[in-house]
Nanobody, 118 residues
Framework: QLQASGGGLVQAGGSLRLSCAAS????????MGWYRQAPGKQRELVAD???????NYADSVKGRFTISRDNTKNTVYLQMNSLKPEDTAVYYC??????????????WGQGTQVTVSS
């Protein structure tokens, strides 16, 4: 239901753009966002955005990362600038989807690796 792409290896100070497209029985999507999990650490919220456009960012990425959505494509993006080695993690997209059947379901993407070298 969620297909993420755009991870990779980049040097510190560089940029990457992640994309995540939702598919299937989608009436509407509430929150769409990104989480990350570094080795030995818990999964944490990076950024999310409501259907109305309100955004929420982790303090560690404010001013460097930007989340955006294309509601016509059911896609969420994460533009990551000024990357740091501590941003290295597996990044997961997440979405709260309301189906045509009226169910509200939380979905997770498969994860995409982001590695920032120093």
């Amino acid at each position: 239901q969620l297909q993420a792409s755009g991870g990779g290896l980049v040097q510190a100070g560089g940029s990457l753009r992640l994309s995540c497209a939702a598919s299937g029985s989608i009436f509407s999507i509430n929150h769409m966002g990104w989480y990350r999990q570094a080795p030995g650490k818990q999964r944490e919220l990076v950024a999310d955005q409501t259907s109305g456009g309100s955004t929420n960012y982790a303090d560690s990425v404010k001013g460097r990362f930007t989340i955006s959505r294309d509601n016509t494509k059911n896609t969420v993006y994460l533009q990551m600038n000024s990357l740091k080695p501590e941003d290295t993690a597996v990044y997961y997209c997440a979405a709260q989807i309301i189906t045509y059947s009226g169910y509200t379901v939380d979905y997770w993407g498969q994860g995409t690796q982001v590695t920032v070298s120093s």
